[in-house]
């Protein structure tokens, strides 16, 4: 227990390191693009713990105390919550961190070379589009990958691929 309050480093080192790994991996999931997280598989969740344990020695270095972790994650969270109200505040600053829609289909149609664009299988564009109900693309007025990685859509009248 002597060690557990004990730092290896001045306590707001834990709060810049943790700070700059939730900046950093933030941008890198930018570039990564909207889909690669929006719908959770088994990849993503490899991914997401591989990730972790690659960043706990950015933030945390060779610390073995209590403390340390604690003092990262409170940096972590205060960093987020002030870029959640920032992207609350501003059209600009929510494009930036979150991105845009991007239109996927529109009347009834895929736009050509838009899932392909965006990292989104055929199939699991066929499987959202089950989700929520939907038996066919021709029902759809628009679908939309979302800032957030999910897909929308928007269902619309009959078109007329459908009306036999």
Not at 122 to 137: P, Y
Request: hydrophobic fraction near 50%; charged fraction near 20%.
């Amino acid at each position: 227990m002597d060690g557990w309050f004990h730092l290896s480093m001045p306590w707001w080192a834990f709060a810049v390191r943790g700070a700059v790994a939730y900046v950093g991996l933030l941008l890198l999931m930018r570039l990564a693009g909207k889909h690669a997280f929006g719908e959770m598989s088994p990849f993503d969740i490899v991914v997401l713990i591989l990730v972790g344990g690659a960043l706990r020695t950015a933030i945390i270095g060779d610390d073995t105390s209590v403390l340390g972790p604690f003092v990262a994650v409170a940096a972590i969270l205060v960093v987020d919550t002030v870029l959640a109200r920032l992207a609350a505040r501003s059209a600009w600053c929510n494009r930036l961190i979150e991105g845009r829609a991007s239109l996927l289909a529109k009347a009834g149609a895929l736009i050509p070379g838009r899932l392909e664009r965006h990292g989104i299988a055929r199939a699991a564009f066929e499987r959202e589009l089950r989700t929520h109900g939907i038996h066919s693309i021709h029902q759809v007025d628009e679908a939309r990958l979302e800032a957030n990685g999910r897909i929308s859509f928007i269902k619309g009248v009959r078109h007329e691929h459908e009306a036999s």
